[in-house]
């Protein structure tokens, strides 16, 4: 058997990276709000973004590894995740997080953040869940963090 791998959004955007890592062998708990999380992978439902519901749904357990949708937790909560992996936690960062407004971007270890790309018709597209999952793939294996597309110029986001 593989890790225990714990991934927060498992039934959205990171429903592919989940999937992945049960095919892989990870024993994977994917939380998530309302839906079930990909075959394969044990599902806890609560709402991630509550500290307390995060605690008491998750138990007493623990993990080797995480990925987090930023989004779907606070940092009371991500705290929470943390105290329970023993090993890397990776946040998948929106691209509000790369606002300009908020200063100089940083992208620190363990952290993947989101831009957008080019789409067919000239204009741009947010990425798929499969390239947001393979991205953030990357990171759990080196811990570097990095930034999937582009996140300027600002005004080209879609």
């Not at 708990?29 to 509550?50: F, I, K, M």
């Amino acid at each position: 058997m593989g890790r225990r791998t714990l991934v927060i959004g498992a039934s959205g955007i990171l429903a592919p990276l989940a999937a992945a890592l049960a095919a892989a062998g990870d024993e994977v708990t994917g939380v998530a709000r309302t839906r079930s999380a990909p075959p394969g992978v044990a599902t806890v439902l609560v709402d991630a973004g509550s500290p307390d519901a995060l605690r008491s749904a998750l138990g007493g357990g623990d993990w080797e590894c995480a990925v987090v949708y930023a989004p779907a937790v606070s940092a009371d909560s991500l705290a929470a995740v943390a105290a329970l992996v023993s090993g890397r936690t990776v946040v998948v960062r929106t691209s509000a997080s790369a606002d300009p407004a908020r200063g100089p971007l940083r992208i620190p270890d363990d952290t993947l953040q989101l831009g957008w790309t080019s789409a067919p018709d000239g204009g741009t597209r947010w990425h798929s869940p499969e390239e947001v999952s393979a991205a953030a793939l990357l990171v759990l294996a080196d811990g570097d963090g990095r930034v999937l597309g582009r996140v300027r110029p600002w005004d080209e986001r879609p």
